[in-house]
């Protein structure tokens, strides 16, 4: 079975730029999470899709990012414009259940890791 | 709010030893659930050991365990026996119970190398 996917591994932009992440959960996994690690920080949530639908964004930084994840399956997350402070890698999950059991299991991709110069 | 610390940024262990890695956290939810997760040079975070807050017994996962120590506030992961494959980042998470249980919240990591 596959894991969950992340594409692309690296990406390299220029400030200003727009980039979008993508994430392929693993399947029928109905939760979809991001979670996002900035240089020398913590890993921080960013927002939790149940199915198509936004559960949670409590996470998100501002609004130049947005997530989507249409139909339910594969999420995009894409940065518009792009800030230097954006830098980090970002990480997408996806479990079963209803997203919010304690020993709901995450299984996490490889993550993006991202470079806004 | 949750809280998870990692005090050790890094360390090395010797080959075929065993290995402590401290995690302490705070909540006041009495409900909770902690987890360690592995990520390789690879990037892809592994899951390796969860441990429920009414647990009664120390989670065990082949090499791996925990020590959990409720009173404490503290989840150390045991890695018994390293192999040079066990050089990764670790972290530890804790996820409640209720509206905020859709959230790990992370430690900052130990970075963990085995020498030969």
């Known amino acids: 079975e596959a894991g969950v996917t992340q594409f692309p591994s690296h990406s390299v932009i220029e400030k200003g730029q727009t980039v979008t992440l993508r994430c392929d959960p693993i399947s029928g996994h109905d939760n979809l999470y991001w979670y996002r690690r900035v240089m020398g920080k913590e890993i921080k949530f960013l927002l939790h899709?149940?199915?198509?639908?936004?559960?949670?964004e409590s996470g998100m930084p501002n609004n130049r990012f947005l997530a989507e994840r249409t139909g339910g399956t594969y999420s995009t997350l894409k940065v518009q414009p792009a800030e230097l402070e954006d830098s980090g890698v970002y990480f997408c999950?996806?479990?079963?259940?209803?997203?919010?059991?304690?020993?709901?299991?995450?299984?996490f991709g490889s993550g993006t890791q991202l470079s806004v110069l | 709010a949750q809280k998870i610390t990692q005090t050790q940024p890094g360390m090395f262990v010797q080959e075929k030893e065993a290995v402590t890695l401290d995690c302490t956290y705070d909540t006041s939810d009495p409900s909770y659930g902690l987890f360690w997760y592995k990520q390789p040079s690879s990037g892809e975070m592994i899951f390796l050991i969860y441990q429920g807050s009414y647990d009664q017994q120390n989670a065990t996962e082949g090499r791996y365990s925990l020590n959990f120590q409720k009173a404490r506030k503290s989840a150390n992961l045991v890695i018994s026996a390293s192999q040079l494959g066990d050089s990764a980042m670790y972290f530890c998470?804790?996820?409640?119970?209720?509206?905020?249980?859709?959230?790990?919240?992370f430690g900052g990591g130990t970075r963990v190398l085995v020498k030969p």
């Open positions: 899709f149940v199915k198509e639908s936004k559960q949670d």
């Open positions: 998470a804790m996820r409640v119970a209720g509206a905020a249980g859709n959230k790990l919240t």
């Open positions: 999950a996806s479990s079963q259940g209803n997203g919010y059991r304690v020993n709901e299991k995450l299984f």
